[in-house]
C-alpha cells in the first residue's frame, strides 16, 4: 500500500479517535445515585460521602449523586427531639460498569481501539423501623391516666439519658405568695429494678423522708403532713417560693426499660401548680422535667413529652387527682 493510499486511513482512524475521546468526556458526566427513602413514622436525617441531609419527612425521600461507583455507604439516624434514638449504615449496592478500552484490527491489521468510560446507575434504600438495631428498644412511646380515665395513648416520649430521676414539685411561675401542694400514694415501677411505693405513713410528721427522697431545690419547704391525706393520715407537704419552685426526687437506675409512675395530687390554691415526671438536675438554679404532667398556674392540666402541647382540661383546687403516666422505652421489656 503506498503512503498516497494510507493517508486517508490515518485521517480516518484521528478522527475515530478524537470522537472517542471526546465521547468518553461527555459519557464521563454519568453519576450513580441513591434514593432513600423514610418508611419510618419520624423524621430522620441521612448521612453519606460527608454530606447531611436532615428532617426528612415520613414517605419522604431524599436523592445523592456522585461519581460513578459499584457502592456507597448510607448511615440513616432518627432526627434528634423526636423521642427515639437510632441509627443504620448500609452499604448500598449500585450498577456499575468500570472504564475499560477494547481494540480490534482492521483488515490492514490496523488496530481501532475504542475506550469506554465509567458507567453509574441508580440504586434505591427504604429506611423501615426494623433497619434500626434493636429497633424495639428504639420507640419511646407512652400513655397517660387521669383519674384512671387513658387521656393519650401511644405519644412519643423523651428518651432515657435525658434525666436520671422521678421529682415531684411544688410551683409557682410568676405568682406572688407560696404555692402548698400534697402528694400520696406515690408508686414507680421502673423496669428492671424493683417496685417502689409510698404512702408516708411510715415517716414522722413534720419529719423529711430522707430515706427515699432527696430534695434539689428549697422552694420554702416540705415535709410529712397530715393536714391532708389520700389513703391513710399523712401525705407529702411541698410549699414553694414565687417563681422558686421545691422539688424533691426518688433516684432511678441510669439505664431504664421502662417506667410506670402513679401518684395521688392535692393542690391547695388556684392558679399555683405542681408537677410529677422524670428529671435532672442542669444547674445549681435550673431543673429540668421531661414526659411529666403539670398542674400549671393557668388551672390546666398539661403533658410534656416530645409535644410539649397536651392539654387535658382543667383542674379546681383542694381535690384530689390520680394521675398515671406509662414510659415505654423497651417495648420487648413491657
Known amino acids: 500500500m503506498t503512503l498516497k493510499n494510507r493517508v486517508p486511513k ?3 482512524i484521528v478522527l475515530i479517535l478524537f470522537f472517542v475521546n471526546m465521547l ?5 458526566d454519568n453519576v450513580s445515585s441513591v434514593t432513600v427513602v423514610n418508611k419510618t413514622e419520624f423524621r430522620i436525617d441521612v448521612l453519606t460521602e460527608g454530606k447531611m441531609y436532615t428532617g426528612i419527612e415520613p414517605t419522604y425521600a431524599v436523592v445523592h449523586t456522585t461519581d460513578p461507583k459499584p457502592s456507597l455507604e448510607v448511615t440513616a439516624q432518627y432526627t434528634p427531639g423526636q423521642g427515639i434514638t437510632g441509627s443504620v449504615t448500609k452499604t448500598v ?12 484490527c482492521d483488515e490492514n491489521d490496523t488496530p481501532e481501539c475504542v475506550t469506554y468510560p465509567e458507567e453509574g446507575g441508580s440504586a434505591k434504600w427504604e429506611v423501615l423501623p426494623a433497619d434500626f438495631p434493636g429497633s424495639a428498644t428504639g420507640i419511646h412511646r407512652g400513655d397517660v ?3 384512671d380515665e387513658l387521656k393519650a395513648e401511644n405519644v412519643a416520649l423523651v428518651a432515657p439519658g435525658e434525666f436520671d430521676e422521678f421529682a ?4 409557682n411561675w410568676g405568682g406572688s405568695g407560696t404555692s402548698t401542694v400534697y402528694f400520696d400514694d406515690i408508686r414507680v415501677l421502673s423496669h ?3 417496685f417502689y411505693l409510698d404512702d408516708f405513713e411510715s415517716y414522722n410528721t413534720g419529719g423529711y423522708p430522707s430515706a427515699n427522697w432527696v430534695n434539689r431545690f428549697s422552694g420554702q419547704s ?6 391532708v ?3 391513710g393520715s399523712k401525705s407529702f407537704q411541698l410549699i414553694s417560693n414565687p417563681s422558686w419552685a421545691r422539688v424533691d426526687a426518688h433516684v432511678l437506675p441510669t439505664f431504664l426499660d421502662s417506667v410506670d409512675y402513679e401518684a395521688w395530687v392535692y393542690l391547695d390554691q388556684s392558679g399555683r401548680g405542681a408537677q410529677l415526671g422524670l428529671g435532672v438536675v442542669v444547674t445549681s438554679n435550673t431543673y429540668r422535667t421531661y414526659n411529666a404532667i403539670t398542674f400549671g398556674n393557668d388551672n390546666l392540666i398539661h403533658f410534656s413529652g416530645t409535644d410539649t402541647s397536651l392539654t387535658f382540661g382543667s383542674w379546681s383546687p383542694q381535690t384530689w387527682y390520680k394521675v398515671r403516666v406509662l414510659c415505654r422505652f423497651n417495648l420487648e421489656a413491657i
Open 93 to 104: 449496592e449500585m450498577p456499575y460498569r468500570g472504564r475499560n478500552e477494547t481494540c480490534e
Open 192 to 194: 428492671p429494678t424493683p
Open 24 to 28: 468518553t468526556v461527555l459519557v464521563g
Open 222 to 227: 416540705a415535709g410529712i403532713s397530715e393536714n
Open 229 to 231: 391525706s389520700h389513703g
Open 168 to 171: 415531684i414539685l411544688g410551683i
Open 10 to 12: 490515518i485521517i480516518l
Open 145 to 147: 391516666w387521669i383519674d
